[in-house]
């Protein structure tokens, strides 16, 4: 729990919590609920529940959008990667909870 509360508090460094955490981990457990989801459509249960499944990864989600926001925020580097890291966020975000 302490690495989850250490990216909540954006005291991750930004490019690990951009690519570590947001993009590799958030892309496998999304991927894992989108393709659970769509197994339970196929295997012709309701609807609300393959949407719950899909739903589920949501805290995490958002637990990464606030990490990488507030990573960017103490970024130390050029204030254009930080720039760049919360208008990539937002949009991956927006993608992951769609799709």
């Known amino acids: 729990m302490g690495r989850l509360r250490t990216l909540w508090m954006g005291a991750v460094p ?3 919590a951009f690519w570590d955490y947001a993009i590799l981990i958030g892309f496998f ?13 196929v ?3 309701p609807a609300v ?3 719950a499944v899909h739903l589920a990864p949501l ?15 103490r970024y130390a580097g050029p204030p ?4 760049r890291a919360r208008a990539a966020i ?10």
């Open 90 to 99: 937002v949009l991956w975000t927006a993608v992951v909870v769609v799709l």
């Open 49 to 51: 529940i393959s949407l």
């Open 29 to 41: 457990v999304n991927f894992a609920a989108t393709a659970g989801s769509m197994a339970l459509v």
């Open 14 to 16: 930004l490019p690990r």
């Open 80 to 83: 254009v990667w930080a720039t």
């Open 59 to 73: 805290p995490y989600t958002v637990l990464t959008l606030v990490g990488v926001w507030r990573s960017a925020a």
């Open 43 to 45: 295997a012709g249960l």
